[in-house]
């Protein structure tokens, strides 16, 4: 064999030697751990009256295009009601010797019988303790003792990158292992805006929903609970609670017996380009304040709407995505300060947090009309009748938008049925302010406008080119 050829053998063999060396061996990982992460199965008693199939619940909240996409992981995607009863599978693990153990809250929605299945084959039926759809956490309780309990990690150390693994039962699949790495931290997902989502490319699947996820240490870092998917299986984009939220939801229901969220009272949007733009900032950063709840903290601290919020208690705010989870874990009545842009000054604004209300607002909507559109936007408006306010929850000002054409308003996104609360830093007020207000606005420069649609309030930003 010649020379130079044994030496590259000898280098490639070397390289793969060295290669598979340091991949991660799980296997002492998963004795240990393995036996602490339990299948759920649940039963729902059929109803007496027909019903309409229950759809697999989904984030609420998503553009039409994304509404598909993320998944909760249940076993049976047509839960519901039908002629018998429905059942659904999942995962859990266990947390203390005593019997309390984790799974997901859409797991056990609604269910008359929760059936928890462990390593050993042992079956017993659990107890739910509590549980919160907002962030998606559910605690059971079984009536043993002495069992086998996982180790709770610190997800703030966790680094893009570093391996984890998951364990579970997707399609009913008991024990099922699955590695990967993590992809991304403090993902915020539709409908899981209190939860800063841990992001992996571990294979997850229907079934494994409520399993832990674990580090290198064999510590529990989160709890599996969506996907990504355009086909309702795992697509290399999977979503974990981080088990700091869980364990805090956990301490929250042993104490009390429910789970509360502290609250600003606000409506948040990210800040565009564009956005960033009109709002002269050199760059698009924090989170742009569109609405402002009557009574809230919010509105007894002085915020305003169309401040933008760049820190709290001084951790910075990059997107809006970043601000809930850190309002919705603080303390009730605590003090607590925000930094914001507000016309181009920073200031600072104190306030103390409030309680997350029980209901969400419900808004109406508001009536269309025709006429062609007048201006230079290339819509047409008409002040708002008592009845429209009355139904859109609008107290002052605003004018509903009636008809749009071709135009840097249609090129934004403003629809007809939209109600214009603010262009720039001018408040709207009627249809005079309204056509006062864009009579010299700039050319080739982003503008902000506030509009409100079915309910919920938003800036857009647009851009006259002529």
């Given at each position: 064999m010649p020379k130079r050829l044994s030496?590259?053998?000898?280098?490639?063999?070397?390289?793969?030697?060295d290669a598979f060396?340091?991949?991660?061996?799980?296997?002492?990982?998963?004795?240990?751990?393995?036996?602490?992460?339990?299948?759920?199965?649940?039963?729902?008693?059929?109803?007496?009256?027909?019903?309409?199939?229950?759809q697999q619940q989904l984030p609420e909240g998503m553009p039409p295009e994304m509404e598909e996409l993320f998944k909760h992981f249940f076993n049976n995607p047509d839960d519901g009601y039908g002629p018998g009863d429905s059942q659904s599978l999942g995962s859990g693990f266990i947390i203390s010797s005593d019997g309390y153990l984790l799974t997901n809250h859409h797991v056990v929605k609604d269910?008359?019988?929760?059936?928890v299945k462990f390593s050993d084959r042992r079956e017993l039926e659990a107890k739910l303790i509590g549980s919160d759809p907002r962030t998606d956490i559910a605690l059971l309780k079984v009536a043993a003792s002495q069992l086998p309990a996982v180790s709770?990690?610190?997800?703030?150390?966790?680094?893009?990158?570093?391996?984890?693994?998951?364990?579970?039962?997707p399609f009913g699949f008991e024990q099922s292992v699955t590695a990967g790495i993590v992809s991304a931290k403090g993902r915020s997902l539709p409908n899981g805006n209190y939860v800063p989502f841990i992001q992996t490319d571990v294979a997850i699947n229907p079934g494994n929903s409520g399993g832990p996820l674990f580090n290198m240490q064999g510590q529990v870092v989160g709890i599996n609970s969506q996907i990504y998917s355009r086909t309702g299986g795992f697509m290399g984009l999977s979503f974990a609670i981080p088990i700091d939220v869980a364990m805090d939801v956990v301490n929250q229901i042993k104490a009390h017996g429910k789970v509360e969220h502290g609250w600003l009272g606000v409506q948040i949007q990210d800040v565009t380009r564009e956005l960033a733009e009109s709002f002269g900032m050199k760059k698009p950063e924090?989170?742009?304040?569109?609405?402002?709840?009557?009574?809230?903290?919010?509105e007894k601290s002085g915020l305003q709407i169309g401040d933008i919020i760049t820190e709290f208690n001084g951790q910075s705010i990059a997107s809006s995505g970043d601000l809930p989870p850190l309002i919705g874990r603080s303390t009730?009545?605590?003090?607590?300060?925000?930094?914001?842009?507000?016309?181009?000054?920073t200031k600072t604004v104190n306030f103390k947090i409030g309680r997350l209300p029980d209901q969400p607002e419900q808004v109406a909507e508001g009536e269309q009309a025709e006429t062609q559109p007048d201006n230079?936007?290339?819509?047409?408006?008409?002040?708002?009748?008592?009845?429209?306010?009355?139904?859109?929850?609008?107290?002052?000002?605003?004018?509903?938008?009636?008809?749009?054409?071709?135009?840097?308003?249609?090129?934004?996104?403003?629809?007809?049925?939209?109600?214009?609360?603010?262009?720039?830093?001018?408040?709207?007020?009627?249809?005079?302010?309204?056509?006062?207000?864009?009579?010299?606005?700039?050319?080739?420069?982003?503008?902000?406008?506030?509009?409100?649609?079915?309910?919920?309030?938003?800036?857009?930003?647009?851009?006259i080119d002529k």
């Open positions: 030496s590259y053998l000898f280098l490639l063999v070397f390289f793969s030697l060396a340091q991949l991660p061996d799980f296997t002492e990982m998963v004795k240990t751990n393995g036996i602490a992460v339990v299948n759920i199965s649940t039963t729902r008693k059929a109803k007496a009256e027909a019903a309409p199939p229950v269910a008359d019988e929760i059936i709770i990690g610190a997800p703030e150390k966790l680094q893009v990158g570093e391996w984890v693994l998951a364990i579970g039962s924090g989170a742009l304040v569109s609405k402002i709840i009557p009574g809230s903290p919010a009730i009545n605590d003090n607590a300060s925000l930094k914001i842009i507000r016309q181009g000054e230079k936007l290339g819509i047409s408006v008409t002040d708002l009748s008592e009845e429209q306010r009355k139904g859109l929850e609008i107290v002052n000002g605003g004018v509903l938008v009636q008809q749009v054409g071709k135009g840097p308003a249609k090129d934004a996104g403003v629809e007809p049925g939209d109600v214009i609360l603010r262009i720039q830093n001018q408040t709207i007020r009627n249809k005079r302010d309204f056509e006062q207000a864009i009579k010299n606005l700039p050319v080739g420069k982003s503008i902000a406008v506030l509009i409100q649609r079915d309910g919920n309030p938003g800036f857009l930003a647009l851009k």
